[in-house]
């Protein structure tokens, strides 16, 4: 059977997953691997460090994942919990009065509840694990960068599902050079920040998005690198 796992993503990290724009996600191996790693056949998970001490994992390809993202919850007139509000862009889904997670949960109907304190019954995006693998943070690729979920520096840009790159429909209110806003190589600074000048490239801009939540990036830990995939939960 196959396992389900809560993981935390932030505001913008939900819309890229949400948009069909992330597809990746980089956690640090704790503890850190100690003289490299290898692979090996004597150990669960396939891999062990320099002394033969095997890295695991807690979860593998097929196991499930759901978005754990920052939210509030949404009271009727009578005062009962109707509906759950996600901050990643505002929409809300109807849940069940009987749910026996919201007691635990319900206050005020106006502040946000931080992502950790979302349980399992309230999540509305689930990931299926395709792919994991052990590698330096700093061995990111451009192209696994943008699958990381950078943002591209131009206002008017949006994610096309379809070609898998950023586009400009509209080039007439572009206030960059749109020639040079479709090359993928031009993104922003974390957090997003689409009033600069200066443009980044997606591993430069992913490392900002790291430095922002670990701090780390010039150490270059070793990582598990997920690969995912949205599916419908099927109960």
Known sequence: MRKEIGMMFNRDMVRAILSGQKTQTRRMIK?????GVRRSIFV??????????????????????YVRETFKLVYNIDGLVCAVKYKADDAEKNIPPEDDDIGIIQGSASKWKSAIHMPKSLARTWLEVVSLRVERLQDISENDAIRE????????????????????????????NCETCQVINEYTRYPFDHDSEECYSAVESYSTLWNSIYGNWEVNPWVWVTEFKKVDKVD
């Open 44 to 65: 669960e998970s396939g891999i062990e460090d320099g002394h033969g001490r095997e890295v695991k994992r807690t979860y593998n390809a097929g196991d499930l994942i």
């Open 31 to 35: 503890p850190q691997p100690a003289s």
């Open 149 to 176: 979920g950078v943002e591209n520096n131009c206002l008017l840009s949006s994610w096309d599902n379809e070609t898998k790159k950023f586009i400009v429909k509209d080039k007439s209110y572009c206030h960059h």
